[in-house]
């Protein structure tokens, strides 16, 4: 046999912890035997919303096995695009082809629930490898979204767009502007249901830009083949009842590791200097349900960057070594 898989089933694979309860019905586990593993089954899955976890991927294939995923669902060169733009920007380093380093954190810091980038880049396939967690803590938290909830309206994502003062962009300028400022169309000015922010010059005479909380879009999925609300980044980021509500959530899964003499949440936020309003929008409505995984060396976490916001549990200092890869498409 060269590769088993299973799906948990029953009382097994449910139980609750507070507010948002834990489902493992839709986790879809595989075991990996060398480099043979059920790629249509995989494909069907990440189809249908589900996560797969794979268990016993050996580190020099772990790019390849991801590039044929991402070949099978039509987003190799997404893929490589990712992997490129990220070694550019030089937030991370490449550990592989397509694999690069999570982002970095302080002590007891975690990463809050986030799906990669914004509806502008709009990313659609979020992967995760694990060479080794041997600390008391760093689970992999996975968020599925609530696509017909009416909480999305009440979110806000920060978003740059023209002032109302600035002159139109010619095609090659606004090739410009999206690359540094993500700005989404030529004539994408301020909206009346905008909250600006702040304004700024860019280096074109005439141009000027706006950095305004503006209401959630839906974004389209090619791995669901529909257009849903996504929990971006540029959505979870600037909430300070996101932070609140991951800190609440990984309390009541007894995650949270809090360092002694801590009087509030700011040292453990690795996003606090860029939280600027608050929703007031708990987490139970506008997610279904959790996904609370210990990785271990070999597993690999695949899932539609759409329907799933990922985070990371914080751990203490000196209790051993979490190492993560992540990959886009």
């Known amino acids: 046999m060269e590769w088993t898989c299973w799906t948990l089933r029953g009382s097994e694979v449910e139980r609750v912890g507070g507010r948002l309860g834990e489902n493992r019905l839709r986790l879809h586990e595989v075991v990996v035997h060398g480099r043979k593993f059920p790629l249509n089954e995989v494909v069907d899955c990440l189809g249908n919303g589900s ?3 794979m268990h016993g991927v050996i580190a020099e294939h772990a790019d390849t096995l991801m590039e044929e995923i991402a070949t099978a669902v039509g987003l190799q060169e997404e ?3 990712q992997a490129g733009f990220a070694a550019f920007l030089g937030h991370r380093t490449s550990v592989g082809r397509f694999f690069m380093t999570v982002n970095s954190r302080s002590d007891f810091q975690f990463i809050g629930p986030h799906s990669e980038g914004d509806g502008n880049i709009n990313m659609q396939l979020a992967a995760f490898f694990c060479f080794e967690n041997t600390t008391d803590g760093g689970e992999t938290v996975l968020l599925e979204v609530d696509e017909e909830s009416a909480s999305w309206c009440s979110l806000r994502e920060s978003v740059t767009r023209l002032a109302g003062s600035s002159r139109p962009l010619t095609l090659r300028e606004f090739a410009r502007v999206r690359a540094v400022h993500r700005l989404r169309s030529p004539a994408d000015y301020v909206k009346a249901s905008d909250r600006v922010f702040s304004e700024k010059r860019s280096d074109l005479p005439g141009v000027q830009l706006a950095h305004v909380l503006a209401e959630p879009e839906k974004a389209f999925s090619r791995l669901l083949d529909r257009k849903i609300f996504t929990y971006w980044d540029t959505i979870s980021a600037v909430d300070h009842t996101s932070l609140t509500e991951f800190a609440r959530l990984l309390d009541d899964f007894r995650l949270l590791k809090r360092p002694q003499h801590a009087a509030d949440l700011s040292s453990m936020d690795s996003m606090k200097n860029d939280r600027i309003w608050s929703s007031n929008v708990g987490f139970e ?13 070999g597993d690999l976490v695949i899932c539609s960057n759409h329907k799933w916001a990922h985070a990371a549990a914080n751990w203490t200092p000196s209790t051993g070594v979490r190492r993560i890869a992540a990959a886009f498409a």
Do not use: D, P
Request: no cysteine.
């Open 51 to 53: 996560v797969i976890l």
């Open 285 to 297: 409505r506008i997610f279904k349900s959790a996904l609370i995984l210990r990785l271990t060396s």
């Open 79 to 81: 893929l490589e695009l």
